[in-house]
């Protein structure tokens, strides 16, 4: 599910989040499918429970999760709001579709792509 490098130079909640983030949007880990117990996540990583719960904040944070105290942390869709994620993800994507762009993409070919990244998803919700 997710593996760790201790080499990384990234603290372990990050991988973490990370991995997880990952699992989420790829769609492995499906909306409204419940993340396995801070107790648990650790003992399979072999980690400080603290590390996991740091992740799942930060992923809450972030609106891919929601916790639901003495239930667990669930998978959601962020239904809209500004989140620090969205906004980092939306400066990233204006500076790269700026460059392709100057690169000699056409706006219809980035409106494509995400067209194609759009039905993808939708696929792999089915």
């Known amino acids: 599910m997710i593996?760790?490098?201790?080499?990384?130079?990234?603290?372990?909640?990050e991988q973490v989040r990370d991995g997880l983030r990952h699992l989420v949007v790829t769609g492995a880990i499906?909306?409204?499918e419940k993340l396995p117990s801070v107790r648990?996540?650790?003992?399979?990583?072999?980690?400080?429970?603290?590390?996991?719960?740091?992740?799942y904040a930060a992923l809450e944070e972030e609106g891919y999760v929601s916790t639901t105290p003495g239930k667990g942390?669930?998978?959601v869709r962020d239904s809209g709001g500004e989140?620090?994620?969205?906004?980092?993800?939306?400066r990233q994507f204006d500076a790269l579709s700026t460059e392709l762009l100057f690169l000699g993409m056409t706006?219809?070919?980035?409106?494509?792509r995400v067209n194609?990244?759009?039905?993808?998803?939708?696929?792999?919700?089915e």
């Open 3 to 13: 593996s760790l490098n201790y080499r990384d130079a990234r603290p372990i909640y």
């Open 83 to 90: 989140t620090p994620r969205r906004g980092e993800l939306l």
């Open 107 to 112: 706006a219809q070919e980035l409106a494509q």
């Open 116 to 125: 194609r990244a759009e039905e993808n998803r939708e696929g792999g919700a």
């Open 73 to 75: 942390a669930f998978v």
């Open 40 to 55: 648990a996540m650790a003992a399979s990583l072999a980690i400080n429970p603290n590390t996991i719960q740091r992740a």
């Open 30 to 32: 499906a909306v409204g």
